[in-house]
Protein backbone atom coordinates (compact mmCIF):
# COMPACT_ATOMS: atom_id res chain seq x y z
CA UNK A 1 0.00 0.00 0.00
CA UNK A 2 1.40 3.58 -0.20
CA UNK A 3 1.23 6.03 1.49
CA UNK A 4 1.29 9.13 -0.50
CA UNK A 5 -2.08 8.10 -2.02
CA UNK A 6 -5.53 9.77 -0.72
CA UNK A 7 -7.97 7.66 1.38
CA UNK A 8 -11.47 7.73 1.12
CA UNK A 9 -12.99 7.51 4.26
CA UNK A 10 -17.25 7.40 4.18
CA UNK A 11 -19.24 8.21 7.31
CA UNK A 12 -22.12 5.81 7.83
CA UNK A 13 -24.13 7.56 10.63
CA UNK A 14 -26.79 7.55 7.86
CA UNK A 15 -25.48 4.57 5.50
CA UNK A 16 -28.55 2.60 5.96
CA UNK A 17 -31.09 5.30 4.65
CA UNK A 18 -29.03 6.61 2.02
CA UNK A 19 -28.51 2.84 0.69
CA UNK A 20 -32.24 2.21 0.65
CA UNK A 21 -32.98 5.73 -1.01
CA UNK A 22 -35.35 4.93 -4.29
CA UNK A 23 -32.87 7.30 -5.92
CA UNK A 24 -29.74 5.27 -4.84
CA UNK A 25 -27.91 2.78 -7.40
CA UNK A 26 -25.37 1.71 -4.55
CA UNK A 27 -24.82 -1.03 -2.43
CA UNK A 28 -23.03 -1.95 0.30
CA UNK A 29 -20.72 -4.10 -1.79
CA UNK A 30 -20.03 -1.37 -4.05
CA UNK A 31 -19.21 1.34 -1.18
CA UNK A 32 -16.73 -1.57 0.06
CA UNK A 33 -15.12 -1.58 -2.87
CA UNK A 34 -15.22 1.88 -3.63
CA UNK A 35 -14.13 2.91 -0.07
CA UNK A 36 -10.69 2.45 1.92
CA UNK A 37 -12.47 2.86 5.61
CA UNK A 38 -16.13 2.99 6.10
CA UNK A 39 -18.66 2.09 8.60
CA UNK A 40 -22.47 1.37 9.19
CA UNK A 41 -23.98 3.80 11.65
CA UNK A 42 -26.37 1.42 14.23
CA UNK A 43 -28.03 4.66 16.49
CA UNK A 44 -30.10 5.99 13.64
CA UNK A 45 -31.41 2.58 12.91
CA UNK A 46 -32.54 1.41 16.40
CA UNK A 47 -29.01 0.61 18.14
CA UNK A 48 -28.66 1.31 21.35
CA UNK A 49 -24.65 2.35 21.04
CA UNK A 50 -22.05 2.15 18.41
CA UNK A 51 -20.77 1.92 14.55
CA UNK A 52 -19.28 -0.89 12.94
CA UNK A 53 -16.06 0.15 11.21
CA UNK A 54 -14.98 -1.67 8.25
CA UNK A 55 -11.29 -1.46 6.72
CA UNK A 56 -11.19 -2.48 3.72
CA UNK A 57 -6.78 -2.43 3.74
CA UNK A 58 -5.87 -4.63 7.43
CA UNK A 59 -2.82 -1.69 7.25
CA UNK A 60 -5.01 1.40 7.66
CA UNK A 61 -6.52 -0.08 10.74
CA UNK A 62 -2.77 -0.58 12.62
CA UNK A 63 -2.78 1.03 16.49
CA UNK A 64 -6.92 1.49 15.87
CA UNK A 65 -7.72 -0.40 18.60
CA UNK A 66 -4.87 1.57 20.78
CA UNK A 67 -6.24 5.30 19.04
CA UNK A 68 -9.45 4.29 20.31
CA UNK A 69 -8.08 3.04 24.24
CA UNK A 70 -6.25 5.98 24.43
CA UNK A 71 -9.59 8.70 23.35
CA UNK A 72 -11.69 6.56 25.56
CA UNK A 73 -13.81 4.84 22.69
CA UNK A 74 -12.77 1.66 23.34
CA UNK A 75 -15.74 -0.47 25.34
CA UNK A 76 -14.81 -2.99 27.90
CA UNK A 77 -17.86 -5.51 26.68
CA UNK A 78 -17.32 -4.35 23.45
CA UNK A 79 -18.36 -8.06 21.95
CA UNK A 80 -22.01 -6.42 23.13
CA UNK A 81 -22.06 -3.71 20.16
CA UNK A 82 -21.13 -6.72 18.10
CA UNK A 83 -24.51 -8.45 19.29
CA UNK A 84 -26.07 -5.45 18.15
CA UNK A 85 -24.54 -5.40 14.27
CA UNK A 86 -25.31 -9.26 14.04
CA UNK A 87 -28.79 -8.61 15.23
CA UNK A 88 -29.58 -5.88 12.55
CA UNK A 89 -27.83 -7.77 9.61
CA UNK A 90 -29.22 -11.60 10.10
CA UNK A 91 -30.58 -12.16 6.55
CA UNK A 92 -28.08 -9.62 4.76
CA UNK A 93 -30.62 -7.47 2.56
CA UNK A 94 -33.72 -8.45 3.76
CA UNK A 95 -32.06 -7.44 7.74
CA UNK A 96 -33.72 -5.33 9.96
CA UNK A 97 -30.99 -2.86 9.24
CA UNK A 98 -32.32 -2.21 6.03
CA UNK A 99 -35.89 -2.85 6.85
CA UNK A 100 -35.46 0.00 9.73
CA UNK A 101 -33.99 2.30 7.01
CA UNK A 102 -36.58 2.03 4.10
CA UNK A 103 -38.98 2.48 6.64
CA UNK A 104 -37.14 6.35 7.72
CA UNK A 105 -37.61 6.83 4.06
CA UNK A 106 -40.77 6.13 3.92
CA UNK A 107 -41.90 8.06 6.11
CA UNK A 108 -39.52 11.19 5.60
CA UNK A 109 -41.57 11.50 1.92
CA UNK A 110 -44.82 11.03 3.36
CA UNK A 111 -43.90 14.12 4.93
CA UNK A 112 -42.69 15.48 1.55
CA UNK A 113 -45.41 14.84 0.13
CA UNK A 114 -47.49 17.14 2.35
CA UNK A 115 -45.69 20.05 1.96
CA UNK A 116 -45.65 19.68 -1.96
CA UNK A 117 -49.56 19.09 -1.85
CA UNK A 118 -49.91 22.31 0.37
CA UNK A 119 -47.23 24.14 -2.60
CA UNK A 120 -44.62 24.71 0.00
CA UNK A 121 -41.42 24.51 -1.61
CA UNK A 122 -38.09 21.99 -0.30
CA UNK A 123 -34.47 23.53 0.04
CA UNK A 124 -33.19 20.04 -1.32
CA UNK A 125 -35.44 17.06 -3.51
CA UNK A 126 -34.21 14.68 -1.00
CA UNK A 127 -35.45 10.80 -1.20
CA UNK A 128 -33.82 10.20 2.03
CA UNK A 129 -34.98 10.87 6.23
CA UNK A 130 -34.40 14.44 6.02
CA UNK A 131 -36.66 16.67 4.23
CA UNK A 132 -36.21 20.49 4.45
CA UNK A 133 -39.15 22.74 3.27
CA UNK A 134 -38.79 26.03 3.01
CA UNK A 135 -41.41 27.77 5.69
CA UNK A 136 -42.86 31.16 6.38
CA UNK A 137 -42.01 32.44 9.99
CA UNK A 138 -45.37 32.18 10.88
CA UNK A 139 -45.39 28.33 9.63
CA UNK A 140 -42.29 27.65 11.35
CA UNK A 141 -43.84 29.35 14.25
CA UNK A 142 -47.03 27.32 14.18
CA UNK A 143 -44.91 23.82 13.39
CA UNK A 144 -42.75 24.78 16.18
CA UNK A 145 -45.38 24.78 18.72
CA UNK A 146 -46.06 20.71 18.49
CA UNK A 147 -43.48 19.24 16.57
CA UNK A 148 -39.41 18.89 16.94
CA UNK A 149 -37.28 19.92 13.78
CA UNK A 150 -34.33 21.97 13.19
CA UNK A 151 -33.72 25.55 12.21
CA UNK A 152 -31.64 24.69 9.28
CA UNK A 153 -31.31 28.00 7.30
CA UNK A 154 -32.17 31.68 7.12
CA UNK A 155 -32.99 32.74 3.54
CA UNK A 156 -32.31 35.86 2.09
CA UNK A 157 -36.36 36.48 1.72
CA UNK A 158 -36.79 36.21 5.37
CA UNK A 159 -38.57 32.49 4.89
CA UNK A 160 -36.52 29.87 6.97
CA UNK A 161 -35.41 26.37 5.68
CA UNK A 162 -36.20 23.41 8.51
CA UNK A 163 -34.99 19.98 8.41
CA UNK A 164 -37.39 17.22 9.23
CA UNK A 165 -35.88 14.08 10.31
CA UNK A 166 -37.12 10.36 10.69
CA UNK A 167 -35.93 8.01 12.58
CA UNK A 168 -36.40 4.48 13.69
CA UNK A 169 -38.81 5.58 16.42
CA UNK A 170 -40.79 7.92 14.00
CA UNK A 171 -44.06 6.07 14.96
CA UNK A 172 -47.34 6.37 11.84
CA UNK A 173 -49.36 8.49 14.34
CA UNK A 174 -46.41 11.52 14.40
CA UNK A 175 -46.22 11.74 10.91
CA UNK A 176 -49.68 11.57 10.39
CA UNK A 177 -49.72 14.64 13.52
CA UNK A 178 -47.23 16.24 11.39
CA UNK A 179 -49.21 15.63 8.10
CA UNK A 180 -52.45 16.99 9.56
CA UNK A 181 -50.85 19.77 10.65
CA UNK A 182 -49.16 20.93 7.07
CA UNK A 183 -52.19 20.72 5.57
CA UNK A 184 -53.57 23.18 8.52
CA UNK A 185 -50.87 26.26 7.52
Known sequence: ?????????????????????????????????LCDVFYFGGTKLGALFGEAVVFQNPKLAKNFRILMKQQGALLAKGRLLGVQFESLFENGRESLYYEIAQKENTQALKIKRAFQEKGINLLYDSYTNQQFPILTQSQYDKLSRNFVFELWQKLDNGNLAARFCTSWATSDDNINSLVNAIKEL
Open 1 to 33: MRDDILKLFLDGARLGVGLTSSENDLSACDIAN
